[in-house]
């Protein structure tokens, strides 16, 4: 079962790893006949598009929960809002197949919405949006497991704009590779000249994937 879900503003500091239990337990608490895995330690068996960072809302996160029987969508739908908080409601559901791709293998891009704080501070940097998207190279600061390292992100940045304190992004995003919002605010910084924090709301609206035209639609709809 294919399933999208909201992660409200007010669960938003709430990590990856506490998301993914209080799904099982909403699950448990349906009554659902959900599938587990076999050996020692049986665990539900469902996956997610893609981690969320911690602090980010999630407008439409997608996970695909295996089912041991035949459930209708409605039916999912029901019992699961009713086991899970309101913060975390489903919006959708439809029954996918054992042949259908796994979620993080289609995924291709998301949509952000960065809404900054501060607006005077959100307006020098949708300000610098053209200036920066005209340069060949966007350099930006990337995480790795030991260190940091220079990345240019120019490629990653599918979509840019916005207007006052309010930035929308389609990033690329993947198994391979993928630009952070924050990143992106680094680099935004960098060409406004500000060199102070910057205290923002991330709001993921959408995950997108590629259809067979190789256009970008989003993601539960593949």
Known sequence: MLAVFEKGERIRHIGHLDIQRSVQRG???SGLPVAYSQGFSP???????????????GKREIMDVTMAEDVSPEEFLSRMNKAMPPEMQLKEARCVDNRHPSLMSSLSAAVYELMIRDAETGKKLTDAIPAMMERESITAMR???TKFAACDIKPLILELSGEENHIRATLVLNEKESCKPQMLLEALKAQAGIEDDVRMLVTREKLLGRNQEGALVPLETL
């Open 27 to 29: 699950l448990r608490r």
């Open 43 to 57: 665990h539900i068996l469902i996956t997610f598009a893609s981690a969320l960072s911690t602090g980010a809302c």
């Open 143 to 145: 995480k790795t497991k």
